[in-house]
């Protein structure tokens, strides 16, 4: 896992020949757009990295972050708001990178050390910036989601309102500096929150992913349009990566949005797993009796591969089947949108498609052609403007022009 070289080919070579912390790197270098990081802490940290050690990934995240969150927290002391809440932010993300890191080397007990270190990092940056920010406890069956509502003042006048979908395992401030600081600046409310499944709702709570996000997204409406200065006739809603499945599931019951972002599409959640298995795999997945053996199959082709066990545990825990390869992947093909789902869809949506999508290549245009109740705009993004990559990573400042252009429009939003 060694830095590749030359360095000034690094966007099209890559940071790491390893894709997974190559891809860790580019999501911090975008996030320097929104303040979420600073180009020199983060090249600074990866040159100190000589070794592609899991364990010294982690370390050298942690220690940044905690730094950086040291000095959020003195100059919160002395009266510096806008340095403080520029710091956290910074080490919200750096922390969460550490957490990511320790997945499978840690502890339990040392990852939700860091955890909670994270969020307190979050609730500093909140606490801090200059805007008006209240927590929000959103009903979900028998418990509350965790939710924010950011203002860009502390008043009640009618605001257009984007409510911010999360992916699959991104943190709040990496949500926050996906969409949330650009629609801020932009005079409009944003709403964060944790689904089922997302963070602190599973690692807290043991809350499961569904596919059935409708039966998320609506009390999250639900709570938000009860909110002061909230224009409950300009909602807006965003998803990224894997919320470009549940966006338009949702959409396809709950019709209260003017306008939704997905970022990319989706509609088969199932693909990005399938991709890399034998099709003699793939092909028992439609056989229930066949489960013993494909459990026993992928156990011996994962037998030494600790990187890539690591990785299969991590992305099926919020599924919640672990131990088994069968039923893992049959619940994750549960996550497709069906042709009656995206003809009820009546909300207009802008679909981004960014070159060299790794994870679900193509869906963009697939979701677009499958919305037949609704317009669509799919928006191209490409390596030659330093866009290219899932979420167009190192591209969120021209993600965000050619988003909020779009949603200007839709929600007719004056200039």
């Known amino acids: 896992m060694q830095l590749t070289h030359p360095i000034h080919q690094a966007f099209s070579r890559g940071f790491y020949s390893d894709s997974g912390r190559d891809y860790e790197v580019r999501l911090l270098l975008g996030y320097c757009t929104s303040g979420g990081a600073d180009a020199g ?130 943190s709040i401030s990496a949500l926050w500096c996906a969409a949330g600081h650009a629609a801020l600046t932009r005079g409009y409310n944003v709403v964060l929150f944790d689904g089922p499944g997302q963070q602190s709702m599973l690692f807290e709570k043991s809350a499961l992913f569904r596919p059935d996000w409708e039966a998320v997204l609506t009390p999250v409406t639900d709570t938000i349009i009860a909110q002061p200065g909230v224009d409950a006739q300009r909602l807006a809603v965003y998803g990224i990566s894997q919320a470009g499945f549940w966006v338009p599931q949702a959409l396809s019951v709950e019709h209260r949005y003017r306008a939704a972002v997905v970022d990319p599409g989706v509609v088969d959640v199932s693909a990005s797993w399938t991709t890399h298995l034998p099709k003699s795999l793939v092909g028992m997945l439609d056989d229930p009796s066949k489960a013993k053996r494909f459990d026993r199959e992928m156990a011996l082709g994962l037998t030494g591969q600790k990187a890539t066990q690591r990785m299969w545990a991590w992305r099926a825990r919020p599924y919640g089947h672990n131990g088994q390869y069968f039923d893992t992947m049959r619940e994750v093909m549960r996550y497709r949108l069906d042709a009656d789902a995206a003809a009820a869809i009546t909300t207009p949506m802008l679909i981004t498609a960014p070159e060299h999508e790794q994870f679900w290549p193509g869906q963009s245009a697939r979701l677009a052609a499958m919305l037949t109740g609704t317009s669509s705009t799919v928006v191209d993004f490409t390596a030659a403007e330093g866009a290219s990559w899932h979420c167009q990573p190192m591209g969120r400042a021209v993600t965000a022009e050619r988003m909020f252009d779009w949603l200007d429009d839709a929600l007719e939003v004056s200039a």
């Open 41 to 170: 802490e983060v090249l600074a940290t990866i040159d100190a990295l000589d070794s592609g050690h899991e364990q010294a990934w982690a370390d050298a995240w942690l220690a940044v972050g905690r730094r950086v969150a040291g000095a959020a927290r003195d100059s919160f002391a002395h009266g510096h708001r806008e340095s403080a809440a520029s710091a956290y932010l910074r080490a919200a993300n750096y922390l969460s990178t550490a957490f990511d890191g320790l997945d499978g080397v840690g502890t339990e007990t040392q990852r939700m050390t860091v955890f909670a270190e994270h969020r307190a990092a979050w609730d500093g940056f909140v606490g801090a910036g200059a805007f008006a920010a209240q927590r929000l406890s959103i009903p979900y069956g028998v418990t509350t989601m965790p939710g924010w509502l950011v203002r860009p003042a502390d008043d009640d006048r009618p605001r257009p309102t984007l409510v911010l979908v999360n992916g699959s395992d991104g």
